[in-house]
């Protein structure tokens, strides 16, 4: 009886917890649409900073032989591209995947990877955060080949945070177009803990780190990193600061379980990429609870992600 009482009340106390985060996070929300009235108006020109200079695309491009880095599909065009002999050299990515962390970023990529025009680089690089020190060429390596036509794409979570991030973007590339897969703040924190805890079993109860002093009902400690990262506006406001609106796309993802298709039409026409990537692609596994690909890239069997 004890242990069914106990059991009651954590199960109650985690509740009321997501309560009032929920009642938080609505009270510091911001409108995206309506977010530019909130800050200053994005500059026309370019922000010049004094940061490792850019090495210019012409200068930055390496040939390498077809068969290098991750495979996908080869359409017709670059079938017929392959046919005549031309090589496909390595590109800094004109599109970038900055966050968020547990919204859904690795569906998405998966997801947009199908298409036989975009080429992603295999693993989260970290290099506007982690490896900026090593300067563009490093970065360049690190991606994969791409053909005329074809687009690079990286995926790093962690960029939407970085304070320095924004300004080292813009200069890599000022047209660069971001990608921010955002989800509903709660559930992303409670996400975030679940990862956070099944690698650290010592961690304290979810309830008692949301809460200032770990005391129910009390201030929500917004230092507390699930919370800190759910707090969208806070870093959204530093990259608008170097990108127009226009250049970002923001990503549902919880749409992206539901109905991953029509935020796939939505991120190739932000790509500018021809709709290649449909309903056809994609099937529910009831078990499982999530979208499942009928073939990802370089696997033609079917493949079931989590967000």
Request: charged fraction near 25%; hydrophobic fraction near 40%.
């Amino acid at each position: 009886m004890e242990i069914l009482i106990s059991k009651k009340s954590i199960g109650f106390l985690f509740l009321l917890a997501s309560i009032l985060i929920y009642i938080f996070f609505v009270y510091n929300s911001c409108v995206v649409s309506n977010f530019p009235k909130a800050i200053p108006k994005w500059r026309a020109h370019p922000v010049i900073a004094q940061e490792i200079p850019l090495i210019h695309y012409s200068s930055s491009v390496r040939v390498v032989s077809l068969l290098e880095g991750n495979e996908t599909d080869i359409s017709p065009k670059y079938r017929f591209l392959k046919e005549q002999g031309l090589r496909p050299e390595k590109q800094l990515p004109s599109a970038l995947i900055i966050g968020v962390k547990k919204g859904g970023t690795r569906a998405l990529l998966e997801f947009i990877r199908v298409h036989p025009d975009v080429r992603a680089a295999g693993s989260e690089v970290h290099f506007f955060d982690r490896n900026y020190a090593k300067g563009f060429r490093w970065y360049r390596e690190r991606m994969p080949a791409t053909l005329e036509g074809q687009l690079t794409i990286e995926k790093t979570p962690s960029y939407f945070i970085t304070k320095e991030a924004p300004r080292r973007v813009q200069l890599m590339n000022p047209s660069t177009k971001l990608l921010v897969v955002v989800r509903d703040p709660v559930t992303r924190a409670i996400s975030d803990y679940t990862q956070a805890i099944s690698k650290k079993p010592e961690m304290k109860p979810f309830e008692q780190l949301v809460f200032v002093n770990g005391s129910i009902g009390s201030i929500i400690d917004t230092s507390w990193g699930p919370i800190k990262l759910g707090i969208y506006s806070r870093y959204l406001s530093r990259w608008l600061k170097f990108f127009p609106l226009s250049q970002l796309l923001f990503v549902s993802g919880e749409r992206l379980v539901v109905d991953p298709a029509i935020e796939l039409k939505r991120v190739q026409d932000f790509l500018g990429l021809k709709r290649v990537v449909t309903e056809k692609h994609f099937y529910f596994n009831t078990t499982k609870g999530f979208p499942c690909l009928f073939k990802s890239e370089g696997n033609s069997a079917p493949h079931c992600l989590e967000i």
